[in-house]
Each structure stands twice: as C-alpha cells, then as structure tokens.
Nanobody, 113 residues
Framework: QVQLVESGGGLVQAGGSLRLSCAAS????????MGWFRQAPGKQRELVAT???????YYTNSVKGRFTISRDNAKNTVYLQMNTLKPEDTAVYYC???????WGRGTQVTVSS
C-alpha cells in the first residue's frame, strides 16, 4: 500500500511562488516516476509535471518555464516549485504516478488576481 501526503499549498497573489511537497511511503512506488497533477473546480484532473521513465521530465505546456519538479530520493519526497503563479493555476494539487490510483488528499493552491 502506498501513502502520499501533499503539503505546501496556500493562498498567494498572482506572480507569487509556492513550493509543494509530497511525501511517499509504503511499497510499490518509484520516486523516480512520480508526478504532480491538479484538479480545478469543475474540471478534470490533469497532469502538470512528472519524471519520465527515460530519466527526464515532462511539463504540460501551460506551466513550462514556471514550474519545476524535483525530488529527494533519500526522503522519498517529490517537490513542485511553482513560480509566476497565475489565477488559472488555482486547483487542488496531487502527487502520484501515471496510471496509479494512490491518490492522497491533495493540497489546495489558490492564486488571487
């Protein structure tokens, strides 16, 4: 069983920054394949950023150049540094691996204009 605990969300003004953290525990996950997803009100959950099986990273177009995914393998923790935040980034952010159903509670990010 895998447990994912997201933290670091909050209320920030447009143009501000936040750093999200995701602590993973249990068995069966790979910190090297973790990613960040988000779900805005009334919208489907979408992939924001992830580490790829080829050792690289993927970012959805809307966050390229603003968000950075990183990890600390020793701590089984994944981070999402979010800069130049926009109101459209408002959502609940979750970490997970693509194709897995290990959803945690997420962390709310609200960007005011």
């Amino acid at each position: 069983q895998v447990q994912l605990v997201e933290s670091g969300g909050g209320l920030v003004q447009a143009g501000g920054s936040l750093r999200l953290s995701c602590a993973a525990s249990g068995t069966g996950f790979s910190i090297n394949l973790m990613g960040w997803f988000r779900q805005a009100p009334g919208k489907q959950r979408e992939l924001v950023a992830t580490f790829t099986s080829g050792g690289g990273t993927y970012y959805t177009n809307s966050v390229k150049g603003r968000f950075t995914i990183s990890r600390d393998n020793a701590k089984n923790t994944v981070y999402l540094q979010m800069n130049t935040l926009k109101p459209e980034d408002t959502a609940v952010y979750y970490c997970n691996q693509i194709g897995r159903n290990w959803w945690g509670r997420g962390t709310q990010v609200t960007v005011s204009s």
